[in-house]
């Protein structure tokens, strides 16, 4: 036997299948946003047991394991939905929602359009207006206030908290935010609302990439119609698991799944783009050493799924370096011989960029 076989041998024992965590919303006596012929936890449940059959159809369990927060009408605490994908050990959280404008807006029936969120600090009122009622089913359950710790949904002050947890995961859930986006704008044909950031409770609490999908407007009734339609959930769940497939490809290195039925997977997944020895040209900055070493530590401040400018404002004065990595375009500060001496850098460039962590590098590509 090799020594290649042996290692092919150790790898296979080790390998854990990817676990996603599907959360469809609401549920039981939460009926959440409510319309005139249906209502948002019948067509949060819908979707989510379609896109889970779907992931569990073209792969093998090996492969991808599904987990459900639900998978029926029944109530379930937001802590106890982020205790499940914790301890499945999720590498995914996907929370399925419908969104709704208020009874008070004249434009109510004609808003319409996809939203996917990740955690962070909303930078619009209405961001946050969409997180206060998400997390407002707290109020529904007798001891909220303890079981949250003192966290109030409606003052603005409690979302401050949500910026750092989810920081470590920031980019990939961004990445996957996007797909969804995507493709939930063209396979189901939405109106691209945008990916956003605001505070929601449940991802917060989740140890892993996360990302909230508001469907579309049941205030709107031709998006209400769509999406209690049996062709309006397929293309709905269709749109997802084709993120999902696409996510899937990207965090593997580029590796399709082995499993079954690849004709139904999504064709558009040959995107992802091997980081190159370019990753690698960096510019002499006054922090940390003088040239980049095979192993070094950066402080990342930015991902986008397009190049900015070193230069740009974005960057608040600060030098950066450029990477790409699993489809986005990210931006470190500093070239770092050891993790203590990123993280007095980390400390200083929080404050202007709350959402900075730092990388490991081997090479021109990150590691960790
Ligand atoms: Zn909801």
Request: charged share 30%; aromatic share 10%; glycine share 6%.
């Given at each position: 036997?090799?020594?290649?076989?042996?290692?092919?041998?150790?790898?296979?024992?080790?390998?854990?299948?990817?676990?996603?965590?599907?959360?469809?919303?609401?549920?039981?006596?939460d009926y959440g946003a409510i319309g005139a012929?249906?209502?948002?936890?019948?067509?949060?449940?819908?979707?989510?047991?379609?896109?889970?059959?779907?992931?569990?159809?073209?792969?093998?369990?090996?492969?991808?394991?599904?987990?459900?927060?639900?998978?029926?009408?029944?109530?379930?605490?937001?802590?106890?939905?982020?205790?499940?994908?914790?301890?499945?050990?999720?590498?995914?959280?996907?929370?399925?929602?419908?969104?709704?404008?208020?009874?008070?807006?004249?434009?109510?029936?004609?808003?319409?359009?996809?939203?996917?969120?990740?955690?962070?600090?909303?930078?619009?009122?209405?961001?946050?207006?969409?997180?206060?009622?998400?997390?407002?089913?707290?109020?529904?359950?007798?001891?909220?206030?303890?079981?949250?710790?003192?966290?109030?949904?409606?003052?603005?002050e409690s979302y401050i908290a949500f910026e750092?947890?989810?920081?470590?995961?920031?980019?990939?859930?961004?990445?996957?935010?996007?797909?969804?986006?995507?493709?939930?704008?063209?396979?189901?044909?939405?109106?691209?609302?945008?990916?956003?950031?605001?505070?929601?409770?449940?991802?917060?609490?989740?140890?892993?990439?996360?990302?909230?999908?508001?469907?579309?407007?049941?205030?709107?009734?031709?998006?209400?119609?769509?999406?209690?339609?049996?062709?309006?959930?397929?293309?709905?769940?269709?749109?997802?698991?084709?993120?999902?497939?696409?996510?899937?490809?990207?965090?593997?290195?580029?590796?399709?799944?082995?499993?079954?039925?690849?004709?139904?997977?999504?064709?558009?997944?040959?995107?992802?783009?091997?980081?190159?020895?370019?990753?690698?040209?960096?510019?002499?900055?006054?922090?940390?050493?003088?040239?980049?070493?095979?192993?070094?530590?950066?402080?990342?401040?930015?991902?986008?799924?397009?190049?900015?400018?070193?230069?740009?404002?974005?960057?608040?004065?600060?030098?950066?370096?450029?990477?790409?990595?699993?489809?986005?375009?990210?931006?470190?500060?500093?070239?770092?011989?050891?993790?203590?001496?990123?993280?007095?850098?980390?400390?200083?460039?929080?404050?202007?960029?709350?959402?900075?962590?730092?990388?490991?590098?081997?090479?021109?590509?990150?590691?960790?």
């Amino acid at each position: 036997m090799t020594f290649l076989s042996l290692v092919v041998l150790a790898f296979n024992a080790e390998a854990k299948p990817f676990v996603v965590v599907i959360d469809p919303g609401h549920g039981g006596k939460d009926y959440g946003a409510i319309g005139a012929v249906t209502n948002e936890k019948t067509i949060n449940l819908n979707v989510a047991k379609k896109l889970g059959e779907k992931i569990r159809k073209n792969y093998g369990e090996d492969e991808v394991k599904v987990v459900y927060t639900r998978d029926k009408d029944v109530f379930i605490a937001l802590n106890d939905r982020a205790r499940i994908a914790n301890e499945a050990k999720g590498d995914l959280f996907i929370s399925i929602h419908v969104n709704s404008v208020d009874k008070k807006n004249k434009r109510r029936a004609t808003i319409a359009g996809t939203e996917v969120y990740t955690c962070g600090l909303h930078r619009t009122e209405s961001n946050l207006e969409v997180a206060k009622r998400e997390n407002a089913v707290m109020y529904l359950e007798d001891d909220y206030s303890q079981k949250y710790q003192g966290f109030d949904p409606t003052s603005p002050e409690s979302y401050i908290a949500f910026e750092l947890n989810q920081s470590k995961h920031l980019d990939r859930s961004i990445e996957f935010a996007t797909l969804a986006k995507d493709y939930l704008t063209t396979t189901a044909r939405r109106v691209d609302k945008g990916v956003k950031q605001a505070g929601f409770w449940v991802l917060w609490s989740t140890g892993m990439p996360a990302v909230l999908v508001e469907l579309d407007f049941i205030s709107n009734p031709t998006s209400e119609k769509f999406m209690a339609s049996a062709d309006g959930v397929e293309k709905l769940s269709k749109s997802l698991y084709q993120a999902f497939a696409d996510y899937y490809t990207a965090v593997n290195g580029g590796q399709r799944p082995a499993g079954k039925a690849s004709s139904a997977k999504s064709d558009n997944a040959g995107t992802t783009v091997e980081p190159t020895a370019e990753a690698e040209s960096v510019d002499d900055d006054a922090a940390g050493s003088d040239a980049p070493a095979a192993v070094e530590y950066r402080v990342q401040v930015l991902a986008s799924d397009k190049a900015v400018s070193t230069s740009s404002r974005l960057f608040k004065g600060e030098k950066v370096s450029e990477y790409f990595d699993r489809g986005m375009y990210k931006y470190t500060v500093g070239h770092f011989r050891s993790q203590s001496e990123a993280e007095k850098s980390l400390r200083r460039l929080r404050k202007k960029f709350p959402q900075a962590f730092i990388i490991k590098m081997e090479n021109g590509r990150r590691v960790d």
